[in-house]
Protein backbone atom coordinates (compact mmCIF):
# COMPACT_ATOMS: atom_id res chain seq x y z
CA UNK A 1 0.00 0.00 0.00
CA UNK A 2 1.18 3.43 -0.80
CA UNK A 3 1.90 5.51 2.35
CA UNK A 4 -0.44 8.13 1.24
CA UNK A 5 -3.08 5.40 1.39
CA UNK A 6 -2.20 4.20 4.59
CA UNK A 7 -3.45 7.01 6.59
CA UNK A 8 -4.89 10.00 4.43
CA UNK A 9 -6.00 13.41 6.39
CA UNK A 10 -8.04 13.68 2.83
CA UNK A 11 -10.09 11.09 0.89
CA UNK A 12 -11.88 12.32 -1.95
CA UNK A 13 -13.56 9.92 -3.29
CA UNK A 14 -15.76 10.33 -7.02
CA UNK A 15 -15.81 14.04 -6.91
CA UNK A 16 -17.39 15.71 -9.84
CA UNK A 17 -18.83 19.47 -9.98
CA UNK A 18 -20.75 20.94 -13.04
CA UNK A 19 -21.04 24.20 -13.89
CA UNK A 20 -24.57 24.17 -15.51
CA UNK A 21 -23.97 21.82 -18.44
CA UNK A 22 -19.93 22.27 -18.00
CA UNK A 23 -18.44 19.09 -16.36
CA UNK A 24 -15.06 21.05 -14.73
CA UNK A 25 -14.31 17.85 -12.52
CA UNK A 26 -15.61 14.27 -13.30
CA UNK A 27 -15.25 11.55 -10.74
CA UNK A 28 -11.54 12.39 -9.45
CA UNK A 29 -10.52 10.53 -6.50
CA UNK A 30 -7.19 10.26 -4.87
CA UNK A 31 -5.94 10.75 -1.48
CA UNK A 32 -4.17 13.26 0.61
CA UNK A 33 -1.31 11.32 2.75
CA UNK A 34 -1.01 13.00 6.40
CA UNK A 35 1.98 14.87 6.95
CA UNK A 36 3.40 14.53 3.78
CA UNK A 37 3.43 17.19 0.63
CA UNK A 38 0.68 16.29 -2.53
CA UNK A 39 0.93 18.48 -5.31
CA UNK A 40 -1.87 18.39 -7.94
CA UNK A 41 -0.74 19.18 -11.39
CA UNK A 42 -2.03 19.46 -14.97
CA UNK A 43 -2.25 21.71 -17.96
CA UNK A 44 -4.92 24.90 -17.71
CA UNK A 45 -8.40 23.92 -17.60
CA UNK A 46 -7.92 20.82 -15.80
CA UNK A 47 -10.00 21.56 -13.01
CA UNK A 48 -7.13 21.69 -10.84
CA UNK A 49 -8.69 24.66 -9.04
CA UNK A 50 -11.88 23.69 -9.32
CA UNK A 51 -10.91 20.49 -6.89
CA UNK A 52 -9.23 23.21 -4.63
CA UNK A 53 -12.95 25.01 -4.17
CA UNK A 54 -14.52 21.97 -3.69
CA UNK A 55 -12.27 20.63 -0.96
CA UNK A 56 -12.41 24.27 1.08
CA UNK A 57 -15.66 24.95 0.86
CA UNK A 58 -15.83 27.62 -1.66
CA UNK A 59 -17.93 25.48 -4.26
CA UNK A 60 -20.27 22.57 -3.18
CA UNK A 61 -19.55 20.17 -5.00
CA UNK A 62 -22.33 18.41 -7.50
CA UNK A 63 -21.38 14.77 -6.65
CA UNK A 64 -18.78 12.56 -3.96
CA UNK A 65 -17.35 12.72 -0.67
CA UNK A 66 -14.62 14.72 0.77
CA UNK A 67 -13.16 12.95 4.09
CA UNK A 68 -11.37 14.62 6.73
CA UNK A 69 -9.85 13.26 9.36
CA UNK A 70 -7.78 14.57 12.49
CA UNK A 71 -5.75 11.87 14.48
CA UNK A 72 -6.07 8.92 12.34
CA UNK A 73 -8.36 7.98 9.38
CA UNK A 74 -11.50 6.02 9.77
CA UNK A 75 -11.67 2.70 8.04
CA UNK A 76 -13.93 3.07 5.31
CA UNK A 77 -16.97 0.96 6.77
CA UNK A 78 -16.83 3.83 9.52
CA UNK A 79 -17.03 6.35 6.92
CA UNK A 80 -19.54 4.81 4.97
CA UNK A 81 -21.73 4.57 8.41
CA UNK A 82 -21.03 8.53 9.02
CA UNK A 83 -21.69 9.15 5.29
CA UNK A 84 -25.37 7.12 5.82
CA UNK A 85 -26.81 9.59 8.99
CA UNK A 86 -26.37 12.76 6.91
CA UNK A 87 -24.25 13.97 9.75
CA UNK A 88 -21.24 16.68 8.47
CA UNK A 89 -19.31 15.44 11.14
CA UNK A 90 -18.44 12.88 13.84
CA UNK A 91 -16.09 11.85 16.32
CA UNK A 92 -14.23 9.01 16.43
CA UNK A 93 -11.86 6.62 18.46
CA UNK A 94 -8.97 7.94 17.09
CA UNK A 95 -10.13 11.98 16.48
CA UNK A 96 -12.99 13.51 13.75
CA UNK A 97 -14.00 12.78 10.74
CA UNK A 98 -15.08 15.71 8.39
CA UNK A 99 -17.13 15.29 5.37
CA UNK A 100 -16.28 18.68 3.81
CA UNK A 101 -18.97 19.17 1.02
CA UNK A 102 -21.45 19.23 3.97
CA UNK A 103 -19.74 21.90 6.21
CA UNK A 104 -20.61 25.90 5.79
CA UNK A 105 -17.49 27.26 3.93
CA UNK A 106 -16.89 28.73 7.37
CA UNK A 107 -16.66 25.41 8.97
CA UNK A 108 -14.29 23.64 6.81
CA UNK A 109 -11.86 26.45 8.19
CA UNK A 110 -12.52 26.76 11.77
CA UNK A 111 -14.10 23.22 12.53
CA UNK A 112 -12.36 20.90 9.93
CA UNK A 113 -9.06 23.31 10.09
CA UNK A 114 -8.14 23.74 6.54
CA UNK A 115 -6.71 26.51 5.43
CA UNK A 116 -5.93 27.96 2.01
CA UNK A 117 -4.20 30.55 -0.55
CA UNK A 118 -5.51 32.11 -3.77
CA UNK A 119 -3.82 31.94 -6.95
CA UNK A 120 -4.24 35.91 -6.73
CA UNK A 121 -3.14 37.43 -3.64
CA UNK A 122 -6.28 38.03 -1.24
CA UNK A 123 -4.43 39.92 1.64
CA UNK A 124 -6.65 41.89 3.54
CA UNK A 125 -4.38 45.04 2.48
CA UNK A 126 -5.95 47.77 4.00
CA UNK A 127 -5.05 46.29 7.51
CA UNK A 128 -1.66 45.54 9.01
CA UNK A 129 0.46 42.72 8.34
CA UNK A 130 -0.15 41.66 11.99
CA UNK A 131 -3.44 42.30 12.09
CA UNK A 132 -3.96 39.79 8.79
CA UNK A 133 -2.21 37.28 11.27
CA UNK A 134 -4.51 37.77 14.43
CA UNK A 135 -8.07 37.66 12.32
CA UNK A 136 -6.54 34.41 11.27
CA UNK A 137 -7.00 33.49 15.06
CA UNK A 138 -10.60 35.00 15.48
CA UNK A 139 -12.22 31.70 16.36
CA UNK A 140 -9.44 30.82 18.63
CA UNK A 141 -9.77 34.42 20.50
CA UNK A 142 -13.92 34.31 20.57
CA UNK A 143 -15.54 31.66 21.48
CA UNK A 144 -18.71 32.11 20.03
CA UNK A 145 -17.32 34.23 16.74
CA UNK A 146 -18.51 37.21 18.06
CA UNK A 147 -17.54 39.59 21.12
CA UNK A 148 -15.85 37.20 24.09
CA UNK A 149 -17.66 38.67 27.44
CA UNK A 150 -14.24 38.18 28.73
CA UNK A 151 -12.70 40.64 26.36
CA UNK A 152 -14.97 43.17 26.63
CA UNK A 153 -13.96 43.07 30.48
CA UNK A 154 -10.94 42.34 29.98
CA UNK A 155 -9.90 39.51 32.36
CA UNK A 156 -6.65 37.83 32.69
CA UNK A 157 -7.93 34.93 30.78
CA UNK A 158 -8.90 37.16 27.75
CA UNK A 159 -5.47 38.86 27.70
CA UNK A 160 -3.74 35.47 27.95
CA UNK A 161 -5.45 34.29 25.23
CA UNK A 162 -4.75 37.77 23.37
CA UNK A 163 -1.06 37.44 24.19
CA UNK A 164 -1.00 33.79 22.65
CA UNK A 165 -2.46 34.94 19.72
CA UNK A 166 0.13 37.80 19.23
CA UNK A 167 2.92 35.48 19.81
CA UNK A 168 1.82 33.08 17.53
CA UNK A 169 1.89 36.26 14.75
CA UNK A 170 4.99 37.04 15.96
CA UNK A 171 6.58 33.58 15.40
CA UNK A 172 5.39 33.37 12.55
CA UNK A 173 6.67 36.94 11.09
CA UNK A 174 10.21 35.81 12.26
CA UNK A 175 9.69 32.59 10.03
CA UNK A 176 9.48 34.80 7.00
CA UNK A 177 11.15 37.64 7.80
CA UNK A 178 8.60 40.27 7.94
CA UNK A 179 8.88 40.91 11.86
CA UNK A 180 9.92 44.34 11.10
CA UNK A 181 7.07 45.46 8.62
CA UNK A 182 4.67 44.19 11.65
CA UNK A 183 2.50 47.79 11.94
CA UNK A 184 2.71 48.10 8.02
CA UNK A 185 -0.40 47.78 6.04
CA UNK A 186 -0.25 44.58 4.21
CA UNK A 187 -0.59 46.26 0.42
CA UNK A 188 2.64 47.60 0.55
CA UNK A 189 4.78 44.83 0.79
CA UNK A 190 6.72 43.76 -2.18
CA UNK A 191 4.64 40.83 -3.85
CA UNK A 192 6.97 37.96 -2.54
CA UNK A 193 6.25 38.83 0.90
CA UNK A 194 2.91 39.40 0.24
CA UNK A 195 2.82 35.73 -1.00
CA UNK A 196 4.79 34.41 1.89
CA UNK A 197 2.52 36.37 4.50
CA UNK A 198 -0.79 34.64 2.71
CA UNK A 199 1.24 31.33 4.04
CA UNK A 200 1.70 32.76 7.25
CA UNK A 201 -2.02 33.96 7.81
CA UNK A 202 -3.52 30.38 6.88
CA UNK A 203 -0.80 29.15 9.29
CA UNK A 204 -1.41 31.15 11.76
CA UNK A 205 -5.25 29.60 11.99
CA UNK A 206 -3.16 26.39 13.04
CA UNK A 207 -4.86 24.01 9.83
CA UNK A 208 -4.39 20.14 9.58
CA UNK A 209 -4.27 20.27 6.15
CA UNK A 210 -2.86 23.68 4.36
CA UNK A 211 -3.81 24.10 0.89
CA UNK A 212 -2.04 26.51 -1.86
CA UNK A 213 -2.96 27.33 -5.35
CA UNK A 214 -0.05 28.05 -7.42
CA UNK A 215 2.71 29.87 -4.23
CA UNK A 216 5.32 30.04 -6.55
CA UNK A 217 3.43 31.83 -9.28
CA UNK A 218 5.38 34.98 -10.52
CA UNK A 219 7.81 34.43 -7.90
CA UNK A 220 12.15 34.78 -8.83
CA UNK A 221 13.84 31.24 -8.45
CA UNK A 222 15.56 32.88 -5.00
CA UNK A 223 12.10 33.57 -3.30
CA UNK A 224 10.38 30.68 -4.86
CA UNK A 225 13.66 28.29 -3.40
CA UNK A 226 12.63 30.11 0.14
CA UNK A 227 8.96 29.31 -0.72
CA UNK A 228 9.95 25.61 -1.10
CA UNK A 229 12.23 25.65 2.47
CA UNK A 230 8.92 27.16 4.06
CA UNK A 231 6.53 24.55 3.00
CA UNK A 232 9.08 21.85 4.31
CA UNK A 233 9.41 22.93 7.70
CA UNK A 234 5.47 23.48 7.58
CA UNK A 235 5.54 19.90 6.66
CA UNK A 236 8.23 18.85 9.39
CA UNK A 237 8.54 21.08 11.71
CA UNK A 238 4.30 22.32 12.29
CA UNK A 239 3.04 18.43 11.17
CA UNK A 240 0.56 20.08 8.71
CA UNK A 241 -0.12 18.57 5.49
CA UNK A 242 0.20 20.13 2.25
CA UNK A 243 -1.95 20.05 -1.14
CA UNK A 244 -0.72 21.87 -3.18
CA UNK A 245 -1.26 23.03 -6.84
CA UNK A 246 1.68 24.22 -8.82
CA UNK A 247 3.06 24.43 -12.10
CA UNK A 248 6.53 25.19 -11.40
CA UNK A 249 7.53 21.97 -11.77
CA UNK A 250 10.92 22.56 -10.01
CA UNK A 251 8.95 23.24 -7.14
CA UNK A 252 6.61 20.12 -7.35
CA UNK A 253 9.24 17.77 -8.25
CA UNK A 254 11.58 19.42 -5.66
CA UNK A 255 8.88 18.81 -2.28
CA UNK A 256 6.46 17.20 -2.86
CA UNK A 257 6.02 13.15 -1.79
CA UNK A 258 3.20 12.64 -3.93
CA UNK A 259 1.73 14.22 -7.04
CA UNK A 260 -1.78 13.54 -8.73
CA UNK A 261 -1.98 14.55 -11.98
CA UNK A 262 -5.80 16.18 -13.85
CA UNK A 263 -6.92 16.54 -17.44
CA UNK A 264 -10.01 17.26 -18.50
CA UNK A 265 -11.63 17.37 -15.40
CA UNK A 266 -10.24 13.43 -15.16
CA UNK A 267 -7.42 11.94 -12.90
CA UNK A 268 -4.82 10.41 -15.47
CA UNK A 269 -1.96 10.03 -12.59
CA UNK A 270 -1.36 10.02 -9.44
CA UNK A 271 1.90 8.32 -7.83
CA UNK A 272 5.39 9.98 -6.60
CA UNK A 273 7.22 12.40 -8.87
CA UNK A 274 9.44 9.91 -10.24
CA UNK A 275 6.66 8.04 -11.39
CA UNK A 276 4.15 11.01 -13.02
CA UNK A 277 7.37 12.26 -14.68
CA UNK A 278 7.80 9.07 -16.53
CA UNK A 279 4.40 8.76 -17.25
CA UNK A 280 3.87 8.66 -21.09
CA UNK A 281 -0.29 9.67 -20.23
CA UNK A 282 0.95 12.85 -18.40
CA UNK A 283 3.70 13.73 -20.81
CA UNK A 284 1.16 13.40 -23.89
CA UNK A 285 -0.81 15.96 -21.49
CA UNK A 286 1.61 18.79 -21.21
CA UNK A 287 3.07 18.08 -24.52
CA UNK A 288 -0.04 18.26 -25.73
CA UNK A 289 0.18 14.56 -28.45
CA UNK A 290 -2.17 11.63 -28.61
CA UNK A 291 -1.11 8.77 -26.51
CA UNK A 292 0.43 6.28 -29.64
CA UNK A 293 2.35 9.50 -30.62
CA UNK A 294 3.63 9.20 -26.77
CA UNK A 295 6.50 6.61 -27.51
CA UNK A 296 8.11 8.65 -30.49
CA UNK A 297 8.29 11.53 -28.00
CA UNK A 298 9.74 9.15 -25.04
CA UNK A 299 12.41 7.92 -27.67
CA UNK A 300 13.31 11.15 -28.85
CA UNK A 301 13.56 13.59 -25.44
CA UNK A 302 15.26 9.94 -23.65
CA UNK A 303 13.32 8.79 -20.89
CA UNK B 1 -19.62 87.04 15.34
CA UNK B 2 -22.39 86.00 18.07
CA UNK B 3 -24.88 84.63 15.71
CA UNK B 4 -22.24 83.11 13.94
CA UNK B 5 -21.21 81.39 17.58
CA UNK B 6 -25.19 79.83 18.33
CA UNK B 7 -25.23 78.85 15.02
CA UNK B 8 -22.17 76.61 15.36
CA UNK B 9 -23.12 75.39 18.11
CA UNK B 10 -26.05 74.57 16.93
CA UNK B 11 -25.15 72.87 13.73
CA UNK B 12 -22.69 70.93 15.96
CA UNK B 13 -25.53 69.52 18.11
CA UNK B 14 -27.34 68.54 14.88
CA UNK B 15 -24.16 67.26 12.62
CA UNK B 16 -23.85 64.92 15.47
CA UNK B 17 -27.27 63.02 15.43
CA UNK B 18 -26.78 63.14 12.10
CA UNK B 19 -23.24 61.60 12.25
CA UNK B 20 -24.49 58.74 14.76
CA UNK B 21 -26.99 58.36 11.56
CA UNK B 22 -24.50 58.11 8.85
CA UNK B 23 -22.61 55.51 10.66
CA UNK B 24 -25.09 52.78 10.35
CA UNK B 25 -25.30 53.92 6.68
CA UNK B 26 -21.40 53.63 6.12
CA UNK B 27 -20.95 50.62 8.14
CA UNK B 28 -23.31 48.65 6.02
CA UNK B 29 -22.44 49.83 2.56
CA UNK B 30 -18.48 49.39 3.71
CA UNK B 31 -19.63 45.39 4.61
CA UNK B 32 -22.14 44.09 1.89
CA UNK B 33 -21.94 47.02 -0.29
CA UNK B 34 -25.90 47.95 0.15
CA UNK B 35 -27.39 51.41 0.95
CA UNK B 36 -29.77 50.40 3.44
CA UNK B 37 -32.82 52.65 2.63
CA UNK B 38 -34.47 51.20 5.90
CA UNK B 39 -31.56 52.60 8.23
CA UNK B 40 -33.73 56.48 8.39
CA UNK B 41 -37.13 54.48 9.48
CA UNK B 42 -34.77 52.22 11.93
CA UNK B 43 -33.63 55.53 13.49
CA UNK B 44 -37.52 57.00 13.76
CA UNK B 45 -38.74 53.21 15.47
CA UNK B 46 -35.55 54.08 17.74
CA UNK B 47 -37.01 57.37 18.34
CA UNK B 48 -40.55 56.32 18.70
CA UNK B 49 -39.13 53.46 21.03
CA UNK B 50 -37.91 56.48 23.16
CA UNK B 51 -40.78 58.16 23.62
CA UNK B 52 -42.59 55.20 25.06
CA UNK B 53 -40.05 54.65 27.17
CA UNK B 54 -39.90 57.50 28.20
CA UNK B 55 -43.57 58.33 28.84
CA UNK B 56 -43.45 54.75 30.57
CA UNK B 57 -40.85 55.59 32.92
CA UNK B 58 -41.52 59.07 33.97
CA UNK B 59 -46.21 58.97 33.75
CA UNK B 60 -46.62 55.14 35.37
CA UNK B 61 -43.46 54.61 36.99
CA UNK B 62 -43.02 58.02 38.34
CA UNK B 63 -39.54 58.13 37.88
CA UNK B 64 -38.45 61.61 38.87
CA UNK B 65 -34.44 62.03 38.14
CA UNK B 66 -34.14 63.21 34.26
CA UNK B 67 -30.45 61.42 34.10
CA UNK B 68 -31.51 57.98 35.33
CA UNK B 69 -34.56 58.22 32.80
CA UNK B 70 -32.91 58.94 29.85
CA UNK B 71 -30.04 56.40 30.96
CA UNK B 72 -32.89 53.81 30.70
CA UNK B 73 -34.66 55.12 27.76
CA UNK B 74 -31.22 55.03 25.87
CA UNK B 75 -30.46 51.31 26.81
CA UNK B 76 -33.99 50.38 25.89
CA UNK B 77 -34.29 52.31 22.70
CA UNK B 78 -30.63 50.97 21.97
CA UNK B 79 -31.66 47.19 22.52
CA UNK B 80 -35.65 47.31 20.67
CA UNK B 81 -34.31 49.28 17.82
CA UNK B 82 -31.09 46.52 17.72
CA UNK B 83 -33.68 44.04 17.47
CA UNK B 84 -35.89 45.28 14.57
CA UNK B 85 -32.53 45.78 12.55
CA UNK B 86 -31.22 42.32 12.95
CA UNK B 87 -35.03 41.04 12.57
CA UNK B 88 -34.93 43.32 9.03
CA UNK B 89 -31.81 41.87 8.10
CA UNK B 90 -32.62 38.10 8.74
CA UNK B 91 -35.83 38.34 6.82
CA UNK B 92 -35.32 40.92 4.10
CA UNK B 93 -31.78 41.43 3.32
CA UNK B 94 -29.99 37.63 3.93
CA UNK B 95 -32.08 35.66 1.78
CA UNK B 96 -31.14 38.10 -1.15
CA UNK B 97 -27.57 38.13 -0.37
CA UNK B 98 -26.64 35.71 -3.55
CA UNK B 99 -28.86 38.02 -5.38
CA UNK B 100 -28.53 40.26 -7.78
CA UNK B 101 -26.83 43.74 -6.80
CA UNK B 102 -30.38 45.53 -6.52
CA UNK B 103 -32.70 43.40 -5.13
CA UNK B 104 -31.30 43.92 -1.43
CA UNK B 105 -31.89 47.76 -2.35
CA UNK B 106 -35.42 47.02 -3.56
CA UNK B 107 -35.98 45.21 -0.41
CA UNK B 108 -34.78 47.94 1.83
CA UNK B 109 -37.26 50.02 0.12
CA UNK B 110 -39.98 47.95 0.74
CA UNK B 111 -38.74 47.37 4.60
CA UNK B 112 -38.43 51.98 4.87
CA UNK B 113 -42.19 51.90 3.84
CA UNK B 114 -42.83 48.95 5.80
CA UNK B 115 -41.57 50.53 9.14
CA UNK B 116 -42.75 53.92 8.78
CA UNK B 117 -46.75 52.46 7.41
CA UNK B 118 -46.79 50.78 11.02
CA UNK B 119 -45.77 53.21 13.15
CA UNK B 120 -48.09 55.77 11.40
CA UNK B 121 -51.14 52.52 11.83
CA UNK B 122 -49.96 51.87 15.33
CA UNK B 123 -49.11 55.54 16.87
CA UNK B 124 -51.45 57.51 14.64
CA UNK B 125 -50.27 59.72 11.91
CA UNK B 126 -50.07 62.96 14.27
CA UNK B 127 -46.94 65.14 15.70
CA UNK B 128 -45.89 63.34 19.06
CA UNK B 129 -44.78 65.68 22.02
CA UNK B 130 -43.10 64.93 25.10
CA UNK B 131 -42.73 67.95 27.85
CA UNK B 132 -39.54 69.74 27.62
CA UNK B 133 -36.40 67.98 28.85
CA UNK B 134 -33.60 70.12 30.20
CA UNK B 135 -34.77 72.93 29.71
CA UNK B 136 -32.20 75.09 30.94
CA UNK B 137 -29.31 77.47 29.28
CA UNK B 138 -26.04 78.46 30.34
CA UNK B 139 -25.46 81.94 28.58
CA UNK B 140 -22.30 82.16 26.91
CA UNK B 141 -21.30 84.99 25.23
CA UNK B 142 -23.98 88.36 26.26
CA UNK B 143 -23.20 91.33 23.73
CA UNK B 144 -25.95 93.01 24.94
CA UNK B 145 -28.34 92.70 22.25
CA UNK B 146 -27.83 89.25 21.26
CA UNK B 147 -27.17 86.39 23.79
CA UNK B 148 -25.23 83.17 22.68
CA UNK B 149 -26.62 80.41 24.87
CA UNK B 150 -25.79 76.39 24.89
CA UNK B 151 -28.60 74.32 26.04
CA UNK B 152 -28.08 71.53 28.83
CA UNK B 153 -29.13 69.22 26.20
CA UNK B 154 -27.25 70.71 23.43
CA UNK B 155 -24.20 69.63 26.04
CA UNK B 156 -25.80 65.97 26.51
CA UNK B 157 -26.14 65.51 23.00
CA UNK B 158 -22.29 66.35 22.26
CA UNK B 159 -20.66 64.35 25.37
CA UNK B 160 -22.83 61.34 24.33
CA UNK B 161 -21.94 61.61 20.57
CA UNK B 162 -18.41 62.06 21.41
CA UNK B 163 -18.71 59.02 24.26
CA UNK B 164 -20.30 56.79 21.91
CA UNK B 165 -18.04 57.14 19.17
CA UNK B 166 -14.99 56.56 21.21
CA UNK B 167 -16.54 53.37 22.58
CA UNK B 168 -17.34 52.78 18.65
CA UNK B 169 -13.78 53.23 17.43
CA UNK B 170 -12.59 50.96 20.23
CA UNK B 171 -14.49 48.47 19.17
CA UNK B 172 -13.91 48.83 15.86
CA UNK B 173 -9.97 49.11 15.91
CA UNK B 174 -8.96 47.49 19.12
CA UNK B 175 -11.16 43.94 19.44
CA UNK B 176 -11.57 40.84 17.52
CA UNK B 177 -14.79 41.55 16.71
CA UNK B 178 -14.03 45.19 14.84
CA UNK B 179 -10.85 42.95 13.05
CA UNK B 180 -13.62 40.60 11.93
CA UNK B 181 -15.36 43.20 11.02
CA UNK B 182 -12.85 44.96 9.15
CA UNK B 183 -11.71 41.62 7.29
CA UNK B 184 -15.10 41.04 6.24
CA UNK B 185 -15.26 44.38 4.96
CA UNK B 186 -12.16 44.13 2.54
CA UNK B 187 -13.17 40.52 1.52
CA UNK B 188 -15.86 38.52 3.13
CA UNK B 189 -15.05 35.07 0.88
CA UNK B 190 -11.30 35.49 2.42
CA UNK B 191 -12.27 35.99 6.22
CA UNK B 192 -14.94 33.00 6.09
CA UNK B 193 -12.10 30.89 4.75
CA UNK B 194 -10.40 31.96 7.99
CA UNK B 195 -13.09 30.92 10.53
CA UNK B 196 -14.99 34.24 10.54
CA UNK B 197 -18.58 33.43 10.68
CA UNK B 198 -19.82 35.81 7.95
CA UNK B 199 -23.27 35.72 8.78
CA UNK B 200 -22.93 36.30 11.88
CA UNK B 201 -20.56 39.52 11.76
CA UNK B 202 -22.74 41.16 8.77
CA UNK B 203 -25.94 40.51 11.99
CA UNK B 204 -23.78 42.62 14.24
CA UNK B 205 -23.12 45.78 11.82
CA UNK B 206 -26.65 45.76 11.70
CA UNK B 207 -27.41 45.46 15.06
CA UNK B 208 -24.43 47.75 15.85
CA UNK B 209 -25.84 50.66 13.16
CA UNK B 210 -28.88 50.32 14.66
CA UNK B 211 -28.32 50.81 18.07
CA UNK B 212 -26.05 54.18 17.17
CA UNK B 213 -29.44 55.50 15.24
CA UNK B 214 -31.61 54.64 18.51
CA UNK B 215 -28.95 56.71 20.60
CA UNK B 216 -29.36 59.34 17.94
CA UNK B 217 -33.22 58.66 18.50
CA UNK B 218 -33.22 59.65 21.73
CA UNK B 219 -31.08 62.86 21.48
CA UNK B 220 -33.74 64.01 18.47
CA UNK B 221 -36.60 63.47 20.84
CA UNK B 222 -34.79 65.35 23.57
CA UNK B 223 -33.50 68.14 21.11
CA UNK B 224 -36.60 68.65 19.40
CA UNK B 225 -39.43 66.94 21.65
CA UNK B 226 -41.66 65.40 19.02
CA UNK B 227 -41.41 63.01 16.60
CA UNK B 228 -44.03 61.52 13.84
CA UNK B 229 -43.72 58.69 11.57
CA UNK B 230 -42.37 60.17 8.86
CA UNK B 231 -39.72 61.57 10.77
CA UNK B 232 -37.46 58.46 9.62
CA UNK B 233 -37.23 59.98 6.02
CA UNK B 234 -35.84 63.45 5.82
CA UNK B 235 -32.53 62.86 9.22
CA UNK B 236 -32.48 59.08 7.01
CA UNK B 237 -31.37 60.86 3.76
CA UNK B 238 -29.57 63.53 5.61
CA UNK B 239 -27.46 61.26 6.73
CA UNK B 240 -27.13 58.99 3.84
CA UNK B 241 -25.86 62.45 2.41
CA UNK B 242 -23.31 62.77 5.25
CA UNK B 243 -22.45 59.48 4.37
CA UNK B 244 -21.33 60.10 0.93
CA UNK B 245 -20.00 63.59 1.61
CA UNK B 246 -17.68 62.17 3.81
CA UNK B 247 -16.87 58.91 1.59
CA UNK B 248 -19.04 55.78 2.22
CA UNK B 249 -17.44 53.31 3.25
CA UNK B 250 -15.12 55.31 6.17
CA UNK B 251 -16.35 55.58 9.54
CA UNK B 252 -14.49 58.85 10.38
CA UNK B 253 -15.87 60.22 7.18
CA UNK B 254 -19.58 59.36 8.12
CA UNK B 255 -19.01 61.38 11.23
CA UNK B 256 -17.34 64.15 9.47
CA UNK B 257 -19.64 64.58 7.31
CA UNK B 258 -22.71 64.93 9.65
CA UNK B 259 -21.61 67.76 11.16
CA UNK B 260 -20.79 69.38 7.70
CA UNK B 261 -24.38 68.46 6.52
CA UNK B 262 -25.16 69.74 10.21
CA UNK B 263 -23.11 72.82 10.22
CA UNK B 264 -24.33 73.83 6.29
CA UNK B 265 -28.32 73.16 7.19
CA UNK B 266 -28.02 75.71 10.31
CA UNK B 267 -25.55 78.51 8.87
CA UNK B 268 -27.85 78.51 5.23
CA UNK B 269 -30.89 78.62 7.62
CA UNK B 270 -29.34 81.34 9.65
CA UNK B 271 -27.73 83.59 6.60
CA UNK B 272 -30.43 82.77 3.90
CA UNK B 273 -33.58 80.99 4.16
CA UNK B 274 -34.85 78.49 6.43
CA UNK B 275 -36.98 77.43 3.79
CA UNK B 276 -34.66 76.26 1.51
CA UNK B 277 -32.24 74.38 3.79
CA UNK B 278 -33.20 70.71 2.97
CA UNK B 279 -32.41 72.26 -0.92
CA UNK B 280 -28.98 73.39 0.61
CA UNK B 281 -28.01 69.73 1.94
CA UNK B 282 -29.22 67.92 -0.85
CA UNK B 283 -27.66 69.98 -3.50
CA UNK B 284 -24.31 68.93 -1.55
CA UNK B 285 -25.49 65.25 -1.92
CA UNK B 286 -25.34 66.23 -5.97
CA UNK B 287 -22.47 67.82 -6.09
CA UNK B 288 -20.22 65.50 -4.28
CA UNK B 289 -21.50 62.61 -6.49
CA UNK B 290 -20.81 65.00 -9.30
CA UNK B 291 -17.36 66.55 -8.88
CA UNK B 292 -15.91 64.07 -5.85
CA UNK B 293 -18.03 60.78 -5.63
CA UNK B 294 -15.29 58.89 -3.13
CA UNK B 295 -15.85 62.13 -0.48
CA UNK B 296 -14.24 63.60 1.91
CA UNK B 297 -12.02 60.77 3.56
CA UNK B 298 -13.24 57.69 1.25
CA UNK B 299 -10.87 55.43 -0.97
CA UNK B 300 -10.83 55.78 -4.39
CA UNK B 301 -11.99 52.85 -6.68
CA UNK B 302 -8.51 51.77 -8.40
CA UNK B 303 -9.16 49.58 -11.40
CA UNK B 304 -6.72 47.17 -12.16
CA UNK B 305 -6.04 46.58 -15.50
Known sequence: MRPWEQDPI???????????????????????????????????????????????GFYKPSAGRLALSHGAAPSP????????????????????????ERLPDHKVASAARVGRTFQNIRLFSGMTVLENLLVAQHMGLTETGLLSPAALLNLPSWRRREAAAVERAKTW?????????????AGDLPYGDQRRLEIARAMCAQPVLLCLDEPAAGLNPRESAALNELLLSIRDADATSVLLIEHDMS?????????????????????????????????AAYLGVEEDAVEA??????V | MDIFLQQLINGLTLGSIYGLIAIGYTMVFGIIGMVNFAHGDVFMVGTFTALIAFLLLTTLLGITSIF??????????????????????????????????LAPMISAIGM?????????????????????????????????????????????????????????????????????QRACEQDRKMAA?????????ISLTFVIGAALAAVAGVLYLTYYGVVNFADGFVPGVKAFTAAVLGGIGSLPGAVLGGLLIGLIETFWSAYFSIEYKDVAAFSILAITLVFMPQGLLGRPEVEKV
Open chain 2, 112 to 180: SILLSNFVQVAQGPRNKALPPILPDVIVVWDSGSYAVTLAYKQILIMVVTAVLLFAFWWLVQKTALGRA
Open chain 1, 77 to 100: SELDALTRTGRAAARTRKGGVFLL
Open chain 1, 251 to 283: VVMGISDHVVVLEYGRKIADGTPEEVRTDPRVI
Open chain 1, 10 to 56: LAVDRLSMRFGGLVAVSDVSFRVGRGQVTAVIGPNGAGKTTVFNCIT
Open chain 2, 193 to 201: LLGVDVDRT
Open chain 1, 173 to 185: LERIHLIHRADDP
Open chain 2, 68 to 101: LVLAIVLVVAMAFTGLVSWAIERVAYRPLRGSFR
Open chain 1, 297 to 302: IEAEVG
